[in-house]
């Protein structure tokens, strides 16, 4: 597609739930990044993947936060019985090879309520 | 503990005036450092950047001045535009890390007409 797409961009879901969202990159961008934001703060890096395999699983907070990616393509983060200080945008980014610039492309995001 | 700082964080500025917004880190080991900027309910899109090997990198209206010594960058917007007017990120990158940004946490930047 022409962008970082992102499904789906609002969810509220009830604490103790599983979420799992959405996210299909640039075609042919083989780098794909998960950050997220939560209110006031910066972006914090959670999981990179190079093609299919995540070399950088660094920023995910706990293991109720899982990721995984398909075919150079879809990405989908899960966490498992959400809390409420989950609550965040997710956002997803991706790239060719990273470059001098980077090139990273971010998603719109899906801001995450847990209530 | 946060390596990126933008202690401001909003600015506002006048139309045709420049803005300078300012960002210091703290890790010696950044070597690439980037502007991004971020419309509400939008995604962040890259804006400029520049290399530690550099002290400045221009880009139309758009430059970024680094000053290695300090361990400080400034992004200077001249003219401003109303265009202009959102939330800009500062993010640093450290050699062998993936390209994992750090990201500051924002300052949010008005022009008025």
């Known amino acids: 597609g022409a962008g970082v797409s992102q499904s789906p961009s609002n969810k509220v879901t009830e604490k103790g739930k599983d979420v799992e969202l959405r996210c299909d990159p640039i075609?042919?961008?083989?780098?794909l990044y998960w950050y997220r934001q939560r209110l006031g703060q910066g972006l914090e890096f959670l999981i990179y993947f190079q093609g299919n395999s995540a070399p950088d699983k660094s920023g995910l907070p706990s293991d109720r936060f899982s990721a995984e990616r398909t075919g150079e393509s879809v990405s989908t983060l899960t966490i498992q019985r959400t809390q409420q200080e989950d609550s965040a945008v997710y956002l997803c980014a991706s790239s060719f090879d990273p470059g001098p610039n980077y090139g990273y492309t971010f998603g719109s995001g899906t801001r995450l309520t847990v209530v | 503990d946060q390596q990126v700082k933008q202690n401001s964080p909003s600015l506002s500025v006048q139309e045709g005036r420049i803005s300078i917004l300012n960002c210091d880190y703290t890790?010696?080991?950044?070597?690439?450092f980037l502007w991004y900027k971020k419309y509400p309910a939008e995604g962040p899109t890259f804006l400029i950047s520049?290399?530690?090997?550099?002290d400045k990198n221009e880009d139309g209206r758009f430059t970024v001045f680094l000053n290695k010594s300090a361990k400080h960058l400034s992004l200077h917007i001249v003219p401003s535009q109303p265009g202009d007017s959102a939330v800009y990120f500062c993010a640093a990158s450290a050699k062998g890390s993936n390209y994992k940004l750090t990201f500051g946490k924002g300052t949010l930047l008005t022009v008025n007409p």
């Open positions: 890790n010696s080991m950044f070597d690439y």
């Open positions: 075609s042919g961008h083989t780098a």
């Open positions: 520049i290399s530690s090997i550099k």
